[in-house]
């Protein structure tokens, strides 16, 4: 549990036309499928209103059966996941949304994502045109992208009738993506950053122990501040009650600007996931 006596954040942020994410949600990568259901059902209950997915993390539908049992109206949790790279292609994307909506058990997702721009096969161009449709036709209120490189987003920016809403990537203090990220603040795509905590390695820096022992909170949940107070929308992963309301319980204090260029001042390139240049695994098992 928290040290630090807050409410929980609830700040959403605008990502499209009519559409807001709530800043933080919860990751569900690596969660196993017959544990899924019961982690979002409690982080639900917890107060999350924002579930990211993915057909790769073969769990969505332990996420639609957590969504139902919790009672919850649909329009107060924001949905989200993403094709695989053995799905790109313009027919294929299409299939698969509606496959991730019947597992789901949803008529439409709140957001859709190209899962990596998987450059072996050279289809993500094509397969963002299904997008396209797809938020036309409107059984996706946004459409973005995750792992997309700058040379990405500039051809998308230039050839797209579309914008991505969010490019989801690895971010966390020591792997900031500082120019990606000044990149995306200029095209007006929303960062969405996961494995935030970098896998739990930068919670153990000595900077971030040193501003979480000054504020009263946890390493975690420094780190979850920064990047709130840098505009992130972000996705933590935990199985963990517990953990699940310390990431949460973030909006009851804030960083000064000491302590936020201490925190930039750890980047150092520390990628723990693919490389999108050549991840290109296809992801279907």
């Known amino acids: 549990m928290s040290a630090v006596p807050v409410a929980p954040l609830t700040v959403r942020v605008p990502i499209a036309e009519g559409v807001e994410i709530p800043q933080l949600g919860l990751g569900v990568f690596q969660i196993v499928p017959d ?20 057909a790769a ?6 996420v639609g059966a957590a ?21 790109q292609g313009y027919d294929s994307a299409l299939r698969a949304h509606a496959d991730s909506l019947e597992r789901l058990g949803l ?34 209120r946004a459409i973005g992208v995750s792992n997309f490189l700058p040379e990405h987003l500039r051809e998308l920016a230039a050839t797209a009738h579309v914008l991505p809403a969010v490019n989801q990537v690895e971010l966390h203090p020591t792997h900031r993506r500082a120019e990606l990220a000044a990149l995306q603040r200029e095209l007006g795509i929303t960062i ?23 504020r009263g909170a946890t390493p975690a949940q420094v780190v979850l501040r920064w ?59």
């Open 192 to 214: 969405e950053a996961y494995s935030p905590l970098g896998q739990g390695a930068d919670l153990a820096i000595p900077a971030v122990e040193d501003v979480a022992r000054a």
């Open 107 to 140: 008529d439409r997702l709140d957001l859709f994502l190209i899962h990596w721009p998987n450059p072996s096969a050279g289809l993500w161009q094509e397969t963002w045109r299904a997008f396209e449709r797809l938020h036309e036709e409107g059984s996706v």
């Open 57 to 62: 993390y073969n769990n969505e539908a332990g």
């Open 35 to 54: 544990q899924v259901q019961p982690v979002v059902e409690q982080a639900l209950a917890t107060g999350y209103r924002h579930v990211d997915t993915a």
């Open 227 to 285: 990047h709130v107070q840098h505009g992130h929308v972000v996705i933590p992963k935990t199985t963990s009650p517990a953990r699940l309301v310390e990431n949460l319980d973030v909006d009851g204090f804030a960083l000064d600007a000491t302590e936020m260029a201490r925190l930039d001042a750890l980047d150092a390139g520390n990628r723990i996931g693919g490389d999108p240049a050549t991840f290109s695994i296809s992801q279907i098992r």
């Open 67 to 87: 969504l139902r049992a919790s009672g919850l109206p649909r329009d107060e949790v924001f949905v989200t996941s993403k094709l695989r790279n053995g799905e």
